[in-house]
């Protein structure tokens, strides 16, 4: 059969995890990765970031609306997704992810922008007209009390919210992690490692998308970039990145020290099928370029112009190591036989329900829906002088 090498099984041939199962870890990860960059503002006040906190608290929610899209597609059947809630599996870990999912959504980050923003948007019921006023007055839930000691309870309650939420974006993303480390039958997903780093992975992600997302707002409204900002959030992602490659590196030396009965399948399906996937894109070009690049932002005084256009570069690269990573996982874990004795390849569609458009079209949703977002609750607050403020962070 084309495409096949060696000896498969027949239900082994065909790969029932497509794309969008490699888009719904990418997409949980920017949620996750954004709300850490928030949390940094509330709750370690870092106050340097402050001009992203919003901003990030947007990009989570809109990637978070649209993260469970890639599983429903792939199910076929849409409608049985509430079947999860109403006949629940606690053993499952599937199905816990419907309770996980809408936990974080309604009692965190949903709640979490509504006490943030609450104080905005009594104003802008009271300041509109039409159906925007409608809208807001709505969105106000008959709480319309903005004195400074009812702030004061909303800004405490925040800190609250974001504290619980930190934990409750490491489980979102980390049981994805999590689901792939604890198939015993399969050994490129069977680590222990894996939840962390897809954990840490989520993080480099959702940081460089909000600071790329940040500095493209604000140039298309031709406003100045806050490079303490930037800044300050390409140290911290450089960090973690440095953690997330270690985190890899040593899954990887484990492997080789190990050699298993699968490392010679594995080495193989590396050095061929996953190449350029793996090592050019996501270990050459997705890592050690940008890890170059922000290790010398860290030790050299170069321009700001310089400066932003590394962080542009190197936003752009971490979010192609990281898909690739999820593709190298995903994909890379169905192409050779349980046996070991054979391998298959991936064949993407284009116009299908699973194929490359859909894929796409799921990328791009996220930041229509996120537009939507910024317009009707706008992240800044912006004087005259055409300087941006961040909206004041509570400091507890």
């Not at 974080?104 to 709640?111: G, N, Q, R, S, T």
């Not at 009812?150 to 979102?172: C, K, M, N, Q, Y």
Request: with cysteine; proline share 5%; net charge positive.
């Amino acid at each position: 059969m084309s495409g096949v090498e060696g000896y498969m099984y027949p239900n082994e041939i065909n790969l029932y995890w497509s794309v969008l199962i490699v888009l719904y870890p990418y997409i949980t990860g920017l949620v996750a990765g954004a709300f850490i960059l928030a949390s940094l503002v509330r709750i370690f006040h870092v106050k340097a970031v402050a001009p992203t906190y919003r901003l990030a608290l947007l990009t989570a929610l809109a990637f978070l609306i649209v993260a469970p899209l890639p599983l429903t597609l792939h199910l076929g059947h849409p409608e049985r997704a509430p079947e999860m809630y109403l006949t629940p599996h606690s053993t499952s870990a599937m199905a816990m992810f419907g309770f996980v999912y809408l936990w974080y959504l309604m009692a965190v980050l949903v709640f979490e922008i509504w006490l943030d923003y609450r104080r905005d948007i009594v104003l802008l019921s009271q300041s509109t007209t039409g159906w925007k006023r409608m809208l807001y007055r709505v969105m106000t839930l008959g709480s319309t009390n903005i004195s400074e000691r009812s702030l004061a309870i909303d800004e405490r309650a925040g800190w609250i919210v974001t504290l619980v939420g930190i934990p409750s974006a490491f489980i979102l993303h980390g049981y994805v992690g999590f689901i792939f480390g604890s198939l015993k039958a399969n050994p490129w997903w069977n680590s222990p490692l894996m939840p962390v780093v897809f954990i840490f992975s989520a993080m480099v992600s959702g940081i460089s998308a909000v600071m790329l997302l940040y500095m493209l707002i604000t140039k298309l409204r031709k406003l100045r970039i806050d490079m303490p900002c930037v800044d300050t959030i390409a140290k911290y992602l450089f960090y973690i990145f440095i953690i997330d490659f270690s985190l890899e590196m040593l899954d990887l030396i484990h492997r080789i020290y190990e050699a298993d009965e699968s490392f010679r399948s594995i080495s193989f399906m590396v050095h061929t099928k996953l190449y350029f996937s793996q090592i050019v894109l996501q270990i050459y070009i997705g890592t050690f370029i940008p890890l170059f690049l922000l290790a010398l932002v860290q030790v050299k005084k170069l321009p700001a112009t310089v400066r932003k256009s590394i962080y542009v570069v190197s936003g752009c690269l971490i979010e192609v190591a990281v898909l690739s990573m999820r593709w190298n996982v995903v994909i890379g874990g169905q192409l050779f036989s349980k046996s070991f004795l054979g391998y298959t390849t991936y064949k993407m569609s284009l116009i299908t329900r699973e194929g490359l458009f859909m894929a796409i079209a799921l990328t791009i949703l996220p930041l229509a829906i996120l537009w939507v977002l910024v317009k009707l609750l706008p992240p800044w607050h912006e004087t005259e002088d055409g300087e941006v403020h961040a909206v004041s962070t509570p400091t507890l």
